[in-house]
Every structure is written in C-alpha cells, then in structure tokens.
C-alpha cells in the first residue's frame, strides 16, 4: 500500500545545530508540503513543492530549507535550530486534480522536535 | 492569520449523542474539506465539499456550507468514543491549491 512516512519520529537537538527531517512518499504525487503544529496555531505551512527542482515559501519559512531532487523525498533542514522551532513537523503529498480543481492531502505521522 | 476558524474549540459529549462543529472563513474558496487528527497521529482527510455544493454525506458524517456566511459545519450522528479526536477545516482558495488549515476542534467523545 502507498504511504507517507517521517524519520525520525522524535528527535532532541541543541540550539544552533543543523537537523534534517525526512520525508518519503509512496503515493507518486507530485505536490508535497511541510507543515508545523503548535498550539494555539494549529498547521502552518512552512514549504511546498509541486514537482522535482520546485520549491515555495509557505507562510513560516524563515529558519528552513527544502529541496527536491526526485517525486518521493521532500527533505526539511532547519539551517540553524532555535528553541522556537520546538513543534512538531508533519510532512504531506497531494495530487492535485485539475478537472474538478480539487487537492487531498495525505499525511505523514509526524515528527516531534525539540530544541533545547 | 488563519482563513478557516473552527467553533468550538472543544467539546465533550457523551456516545451516542451528536457532535456537530463549524468552520468560518474570510475570503471565497473553491472548496472546503474536514480533516480528523486522532492524538500522537497526522491527519486524515474526512470529507470534501465543493463551493456550488450545499451538502454532503458520508456515513455518519454531514457536512453543510454556505457561501453567504462563509462557513460550513460538520455533523457527527451518533457518536462513538473512537470518534475522540480533533478536527480541521482546510479551505482552498479560487485557483490555489494549498489549503489553509484552522485551528481545529478537540472532540471528546465519553463511553
């Protein structure tokens, strides 16, 4: 069966270190995007990428970076881990459908950071 | 700042009774979907509902919209305690297709 996976599941890091969370998907989609889930906020978008060497800034971006090199990974690196960057990260896919101008996003399980 | 809000932003029931929470938003969408997040997990798509769409079922689940208010509410009929979970709006703007999430709906549900 297709699926979305996250690594790792929950991961402990020091402020200023470099962390990469990964992202796989199975599904074959051609959109996948990076979420964060705080409290108070609910999901926050903070990257997307429609297809392989395309990436976008979502709405909280500033601290992070993407890039796609093939359909199935989406890679989140925080350049820099910052004690506001505790949250926990979900990573999704899509495959818009233009017809019916319809997009139903599949989700990871997660991924819990925290930056002490 | 979020386009969908949910209301309430909790809520506890006992089984067998209805759930029902809303969603309001600010700017004219394409459609409107419901999304479940059960504690610890991601999120699961429940149920979408186009903008020229007034209502839509899904076993247990019934979802209205109206544009004039802009907002849109989803019904559970009689509830069961696996229905504890929270619950997202996620709106789609005319011509995007990146959604905006709100901030959700915890919904406990008592045996």
């Known amino acids: 069966d297709a699926e979305i996976t996250q690594s790792p599941r929950h991961k402990i890091t020091e402020t200023g270190r470099q962390v990469t969370l990964a992202c796989h998907q199975t599904w074959n989609h051609n959109n996948m995007f990076w979420y964060r889930q705080d409290l108070g906020h609910g999901l926050r978008l903070i990257h997307y990428s429609y297809g392989v060497q395309d990436t976008n800034k979502g709405e909280v971006s500033d601290g992070y970076s993407v890039s796609r090199s093939n359909t199935e990974d989406l890679p989140l690196t925080l350049e820099s881990a910052a004690s506001s960057q505790t949250s926990v990260y979900f990573c999704?896919?899509?495959?818009?459908?233009?017809?019916?101008?319809?997009?139903?996003?599949?989700f990871g399980p997660g991924t819990r950071l925290t930056v002490l | 700042s979020q386009q969908g809000e949910e209301d309430p932003q909790a809520l506890s029931i006992q089984e067998g009774e209805n759930a029902t929470m809303n969603c309001s938003y600010k700017?004219?969408?394409?459609?409107l979907q419901w999304y479940r997040q059960n504690s610890g997990r991601g999120l699961v798509h429940l149920i979408l509902i186009r903008s020229n769409e007034r209502e839509k079922h899904s076993g247990r689940l019934r979802v209205t919209l109206d544009t004039s208010k802009k907002s849109s509410s989803l019904l559970i009929t009689a509830s069961r305690a696996a229905d504890t979970a929270s619950y997202f709006c996620?709106?789609?703007?005319?011509?995007?297709?990146?959604?905006?999430f709100g901030r959700g709906t915890s919904l406990i549900v008592h045996p």
């Open positions: 999704a896919s899509s495959e818009s459908n233009r017809l019916t101008a319809t997009d139903t996003q599949y």
């Open positions: 996620a709106t789609y703007s005319r011509g995007s297709y990146i959604p905006t």
């Open positions: 700017t004219s969408i394409n459609n």
